[in-house]
């Protein structure tokens, strides 16, 4: 008389091995999204939080805000950290105690400081300010403005977005789209 042999046959093991290897697999991919997830979750708060920054300074600068749009120093901000790492600092630094500037000074001091901020928290980032009534296109931000003289000021911040698989998300133009759009009040 023959006994059997108890136990798990090998053909079973290797299976139970597979289902384990494809479980944490899965985990790691969950994990991986997350974490890309998470990234892009802070880049876009940061990114609103430049937005929202500059417009409060913007609204603090009437005597600017006032200008005509080819004189308002805010309206000249074209900025793309790829295209221009280092930003040229303005004639006048105003900050401490001891700063002493004008309106139109303490404007570009402010657009100095968003490029040096958006160069430095978005990777390939990219800050605009202009006149746009359609900010949206096709179900996305879009950079281009269409600057009529009725238009809301639209501060416009983007980074370099990336796909699932790492590479680099672009519109139908080739270029990333904005990833946040603040349009900015009324100066008081």
């Known amino acids: 008389m023959r006994s059997r042999a108890a136990g798990f046959a090998m053909l079973e093991v290797l299976l139970a091995i597979m289902l384990l290897a494809l479980g944490?697999?899965?985990?790691?991919?969950?994990?991986l999204t997350a974490l890309r997830t998470r990234h892009q979750s802070a880049l876009l708060s940061r990114a609103m939080q430049l937005a929202s920054g500059l417009a409060e300074q913007m609204r603090a600068n009437p005597a600017q805000m006032r200008l005509a749009d080819g004189a308002n120093p805010y309206l000249s901000l074209r900025y793309d950290a790829l295209a221009e790492p280092n930003p040229a600092?303005?004639?006048?630094?105003?900050?401490g105690a001891g700063a002493r500037c004008d309106s139109a000074e303490l404007a570009w001091f402010d657009l100095y400081q968003l490029k040096s901020l958006v160069r430095q928290g978005l990777p390939g980032g990219r800050a605009v300010v202009c006149r746009d009534r359609a900010v949206w296109q096709g179900g996305r931000l879009r950079w281009q403005c269409d600057g009529g003289?009725?238009?809301p000021l639209v501060i416009k911040i983007g980074w370099q977005h990336k796909n699932p698989d790492?590479?680099?998300l672009r519109d139908e133009?080739?270029?990333?789209?904005p990833g946040v759009a603040l349009t900015v009040g009324a100066a008081p």
């Open 24 to 31: 944490v697999l899965g985990g790691a991919a969950m994990q």
């Open 89 to 95: 600092p303005p004639a006048a630094l105003c900050f």
């Open 149 to 151: 003289a009725d238009a």
């Open 166 to 168: 790492g590479s680099a």
């Open 173 to 177: 133009d080739g270029q990333f789209a």
